[in-house]
């Protein structure tokens, strides 16, 4: 069979899940052809070691009239038995048998943006919640990961339960060693990693931390990410705030990150809502305690691995994390638990799920 995969954002924040797909597909499957649609900037980003796998250039930009247009002559042209398309926004022209990746609702429980003010957020929810419901309606088969997303894309797009499968993220440690980072190997630290979108909590963060200096004056707080308008918009609040030991460290390379998961005194995971959380796991990978939010997905997916804040609650947020900074046994037994939480997710089983999906929604017709 043929399977056209568009990956037009395997260079993304998200495209850590279409690369890891791909790298274990190549894996395990020798006898589908696989089509994978990638921009032109990344034409070299994913490179096949299989013969069944061939880049193919498709320069549309998302929610595009080209995306609509040219993507559904493309896809006619090219023929596939079957197409996943690893994200909501589609050509809905194209009218043969698809598979949907589906990772979170979060746009439309956003109530604020930085980079867009109410009425453009407003619109891009209407348009992002029309292209959803028909999006799930048409497509063969959802792929989503986890069961809170699951359950919130039942309750949103009014369909059967059977028709989404859940497969996991995982992960991996990163190639080769830490790389240590001289500026904090005498520091107390605790950290986070992500975006700077006003749902992902980072000032309500950033104001725990500047409490907790009271008991821990010498505490750093470590943000790493890349450095946006969001988060310089970010920076610049705090430096209003007059806060102290927030240290913003914009990209680090996977080694250093690797340095600074070994070594802070908790890991960090504020955010208002996650269709799966995968930071937290990859800390874990180090022997970071966790200290999480309870929202969405994220007990889901860290288990007993963590201890647990309400992510609205400020004094919460600072009394979970002072306890856990403070505590060696708790940070020792967090550490225990989250080597043996991140083992239960596996890349190759996800591709294993999401293969066992395309062979379900080749035999079935659509609804």
């Given at each position: ?69 040219g993507l559904a002559r493309l896809l006619r042209k090219l023929g596939p038995d079957l197409v996943h398309f690893c994200m909501p926004q589609q050509p809905l022209m194209y009218t043969g048998p698809a598979v949907t990746s589906i990772l979170d609702l979060n ?261």
């Amino acid at each position: 069979m043929k399977i056209a995969i568009d990956a037009r954002i395997i260079n993304s924040g998200t495209g850590r899940y279409i690369e890891r797909l791909l790298h274990y597909l190549e894996q395990i499957d020798d006898t589908n052809q696989y089509l994978i649609l990638v921009r032109r900037a990344d034409l070299d980003y994913y490179q096949p070691q299989k013969p069944n796998f061939t880049v193919i250039e498709a320069e549309f930009n998302n929610y595009s009239f080209g995306e609509q247009i040219g993507l559904a002559r493309l896809l006619r042209k090219l023929g596939p038995d079957l197409v996943h398309f690893c994200m909501p926004q589609q050509p809905l022209m194209y009218t043969g048998p698809a598979v949907t990746s589906i990772l979170d609702l979060n746009l439309l429980h956003i109530t604020a943006n930085d980079d867009m003010n109410a009425v453009e957020l407003r619109i891009k929810k209407a348009i992002f919640g029309a292209l959803l419901k028909k999006v799930a309606r048409r497509s063969r088969h959802i792929l989503t990961i986890s069961n809170y997303s699951k359950q919130d894309i039942v309750r949103y797009c009014h369909v059967d339960p059977d028709k989404i499968t859940v497969a996991y993220l995982a992960a991996d440690k990163f190639e080769g060693e830490p790389k240590p980072m001289p500026a904090y190997a005498s520091k107390q630290f605790i950290m986070y990693v992500g975006r700077a979108e006003p749902y992902k909590n980072n000032r309500r963060l950033m104001q725990a931390h500047q409490q907790l200096l009271t008991k821990n004056p010498d505490l750093h707080l470590l943000i790493v990410g890349r450095q946006d308008v969001l988060r310089q918009a970010d920076m610049e609040w705090a430096s209003k705030q007059g806060f102290k030991n927030i240290d913003f460290l914009g990209f680090v390379s996977d080694p250093q990150l690797a340095w600074l998961y070994a070594h802070c005194r908790a890991y960090v995971f504020p955010s208002l809502m996650e269709g799966f959380g995968f930071p937290s796991l990859e800390a874990m990978n180090y022997g970071a305690p966790v200290a999480s939010s309870f929202a969405t997905c994220l007990p889901e997916v860290n288990g007993d691995a963590a201890v647990y804040f309400d992510p609205e609650n400020l004094a919460d947020m600072v009394q979970v994390i002072g306890n856990l900074i403070n505590d060696d046994k708790l940070r020792a037994e967090l550490a225990t638990k989250g080597y043996k939480q991140v083992k239960k997710y596996s890349w190759r089983d996800m591709a294993e799920q999401t293969l066992a999906m395309y062979n379900q929604a080749l035999q079935q017709k659509t609804d």
